[in-house]
Every structure is written in structure tokens, then in C-alpha cells.
């Protein structure tokens, strides 16, 4: 008889590492939402800058139910549930694809003319800088978590 080898280590790693950054990720989402909408309703920018301040509430909103996926995807996965490997990746595809959406909304679409000094730096490069930040995370979880051994060790 063969021993069996044993279960791979990814799914808790990634459990564990998931736990802080699921919660870090959530403050982090409310930091780099109401910290620019703070200094555009001190403009008085509010209707200058109204479809701004909708992708900001709408990143929110995402990020926030992106967040919970993953928290609940590292508790399952953590405890080798089948379902943890699921939501930590539909949670990694939709932070990426957020990260880039909220760069080209924060590059393209904020304007240069809104006479307000500092929206480029209070709104578009911190949340830039925030997405290059965050980017790695999902693009690790994303290639751990499908690994062969992982998927075994969660089925």
C-alpha cells in the first residue's frame, strides 16, 4: 500500500495570508472612497464632478461585496471547503477587473478643467497608486488557489 501524500498547504496559506488582507482591503475601500469625496464636497465640486462621485459610491459598493466574497472564501478555504477555492477566484477576476476599471475611469474620465487645484492628486493618483498596490494580491491568489494540489486538497 502507497502512503498518501499529504494535503497541500496552499489552501490554508492563502486562508490565513486572505483573513488581514480581506479586512485591510475593506478599510482601505472605505479610506480611498471617502477621503475623495471629502475634498470634492470641500470644493463645492459635488455637481462639477457628479458622475465622479457615482463611480466612487459604485467602486464602494463592489469593492465591499468583493471584499466580503473573499473573506468568506479564505474562512472556507482555510478549512478546505470546495466552495473557498470558487470564491477566491470569482473574487480575484473581479478585483482585477475592478482595479482596471477604476484607472481608466480615474484617468480618462476625471477632468484637468475643473478649477479646483488638486483633484489629480486627491482623487485620480491615489487611487492609482491604491490599485497598484492591490494588483499583485489577486494575481497570487488567482494562481495559487488553481493550482492542481489546491483544487485536490479542497475537494
Not at 88 to 94: N, W
Not at 99 to 114: A, E, H, K, S
Not at 143 to 155: D, E, G, I, K
Amino acid at each position: 500500500m502507497h502512503p498518501q501524500a499529504p494535503r497541500s498547504a496552499i489552501p490554508r496559506v492563502i486562508g490565513i495570508i486572505g483573513l488581514p488582507f480581506a479586512c485591510i482591503g475593506i478599510g482601505a475601500s472605505l479610506l480611498f472612497t471617502f477621503g475623495p469625496l471629502h475634498d470634492i464636497k470641500s470644493w463645492g465640486a459635488t455637481e462639477r464632478l457628479g458622475s465622479i462621485v457615482n463611480w466612487l459610491y459604485i467602486w464602494l459598493a463592489v469593492s465591499v461585496l468583493l471584499f466580503a466574497a473573499h473573506l468568506l472564501g479564505s474562512i472556507l478555504t482555510l478549512t478546505y471547503r470546495a466552495s473557498g477555492p470558487r470564491l477566491l477566484t470569482g473574487y480575484a477576476v473581479g478585483a482585477i477587473a475592478l482595479l482596471v476599471i477604476d484607472v481608466v475611469m480615474m484617468i480618462g474620465f476625471v477632468p484637468n478643467d475643473t478649477g479646483f487645484f488638486g483633484v489629480r492628486e486627491s482623487v485620480t493618483w491615489p487611487r492609482v497608486a491604491f490599485g497598484a498596490i492591490a494588483f499583485p494580491w489577486p494575481v497570487v491568489v488567482l494562481a495559487l488557489v488553481n493550482t492542481p494540489r489546491a483544487r485536490a486538497a479542497c475537494s
